[in-house]
């Protein structure tokens, strides 16, 4: 496992002049910027899960390699590749080492895991969730910006600070920029997962998404106000002018972590799978 060097919520909005529109006009939008700071640091592997009790994992593919741990039975690990016969090289958050194949089966192929759909996924998408309607307000020349640190994916969602109504979900691949425009005047805070190798399934009717490797889950303890706020009219050369704010923000997603096996300390706010998905 991986320990946290940092993780942290900070907040920062900068207001600029809104366009005039005539009385009758459509209003613009000016800048709020807000930051998310969370991190992690991984690469492309598939997703094994552990079949044996107290499996070792060692620093060499050999049964005389050092010992780094135990894994338990049912664990997830990332496989990076086949280091040798009848070994995998594998990656837990950040510690690598070598296991035993006989001990490692893809996920698809366990009971307990079969159902966890595979998502593939482009920087935007909603991950086929029916249990969710994207609401929007095409009048309203809105954004959340949400900027990815290269180190894991991440899957936002919008939710209503009044209600705990999801109006948007979005993947976005680590290292990408994506717009979340057109939103409908109302306050909002995010959940975010970050993680690698993104999954979902249906349960009782609804849908659920989660990652499956060095997976973390967070709720932002910040209000998003997508409220258009009406300044006072002005007239210039007779004609009367409508001034409004129209705020917009930008999400900023990192985690850092360092390399030491077994261990983990994280002290911002986190939340469970199961409450992401809530």
């Not at 909002?188 to 190798?197: F, I, L």
């Not at 004609?239 to 923000?249: C, D, K, R, V």
Request: hydrophobic share 40%; net charge positive.
């Amino acid at each position: 496992m991986l320990k946290v060097l940092w993780s942290s919520f900070s907040f920062r909005c900068s207001v600029s002049p809104c366009c005039r529109q005539p009385a009758t006009g459509i209003p613009r939008f000016v800048s709020f910027v807000y930051f998310l700071l969370a991190g992690l640091v991984v690469q492309a592997q598939d997703s094994y899960v552990v079949v044996g009790d107290k499996v070792h994992m060692r620093r060499a593919p050999t049964a005389t390699g050092v010992l780094m741990g135990q894994l338990e039975k049912g664990r997830i690990v990332g496989v990076l590749e086949t280091a040798s016969i009848g070994w995998y090289k594998v990656r837990i958050e950040g510690a690598e080492g070598y296991v035993a194949a006989k001990w490692l089966l893809p996920i698809e192929e366990v009971e307990a895991t079969k159902h966890l759909q595979k998502v593939y996924a482009a920087t935007g998408d909603n991950p086929d969730c029916d249990n969710i309607t994207p609401a929007y307000d095409a009048t309203l020349d809105n954004v959340l910006r949400i900027k990815v640190g290269v180190n894991a994916d991440v899957v936002v969602k919008l939710m209503t600070l009044e209600g705990n109504e999801c109006i948007r979900i979005a993947y976005v691949k680590a290292g990408d920029t994506y717009r979340m425009e057109n939103i409908p005047e109302n306050k909002y805070y995010v959940k975010v997962a970050y993680g690698k190798d993104l999954r979902k399934s249906n349960v009782e009717g609804q849908c659920k998404v989660q990652f499956l490797l060095y997976a973390m889950y967070e709720k932002g303890s910040d209000a998003l106000d997508f409220r258009k706020w009406k300044q006072p009219n002005t007239w210039v050369g007779g004609t009367e002018y409508e001034n409004w704010q129209l705020p917009s923000y930008e999400l900023s997603l990192n985690v850092v972590y360092s390399q030491k096996p077994f261990a983990n300390q994280f002290s911002a706010k986190k939340i469970s799978e199961r409450e992401f998905n809530q």
